[in-house]
């Protein structure tokens, strides 16, 4: 059986740890947590609500960013390693440049390349020209194949409806 001051000790320890988050609601306590905040540094609910708030505006500037990032990450890359190889060859590319009208300008100066041996890195440059055509053709593929898919479906269901 426990003792008493045993009992009294855990008692008043919990009391202690109440009394410092008393004046704090219990979802403010859960959202300073959550949030990394220490709960002995707030001293009011209104101090702990705006830490909450500032806390919770960085983390959603930085979310925000971390995804802008993401999403054009893989097409930016790619334009580059495309103007890359178009300036290791000797080719100018604007910005208003589509895509494929840079590979047809990369394939007719490797050809170039090619009838006047005029290149010893010609099999290089063309191996990353085909590399590059590949992540293209792979990037946007995927799209054209939802595409198709959506209008398989939208058929199917005009035929199920008779329309």
Avoid: C, H, W
């Avoid at 999403?71 to 590319?93: F, P, S």
């Amino acid at each position: 059986m426990p003792s008493i001051s045993a009992i009294t000790s855990i008692l008043a320890s919990n009391a202690s740890t109440s009394t410092k988050g008393a004046n704090l609601s219990e979802e403010t306590i859960g959202k300073l947590l959550s949030l990394g905040i220490d709960i002995e540094s707030v001293s009011s609910e209104t101090e702990a609500k705006k830490l909450i708030e500032e806390a919770e505006k960085e983390k959603k500037s930085s979310n925000d960013e971390e995804s802008d990032k993401k999403d054009t990450t893989a097409e930016e890359n790619l334009y580059n390693d495309i103007k890359n190889l178009a300036r290791k060859i000797g080719i100018n590319v604007n910005k208003s440049e589509n895509i494929e009208d840079i590979f047809d300008k990369i394939s007719q100066k490797l050809d170039e390349f090619e009838e006047n041996s005029y290149n010893s890195n010609l099999n290089v440059f063309q191996s990353e020209l085909d590399i590059l055509k590949r992540q293209f053709k792979n990037m946007y593929s995927g799209e054209s194949s939802i595409l198709s898919a959506m209008d398989m479906i939208s058929k199917s269901n005009r035929a199920a409806l008779g329309i």
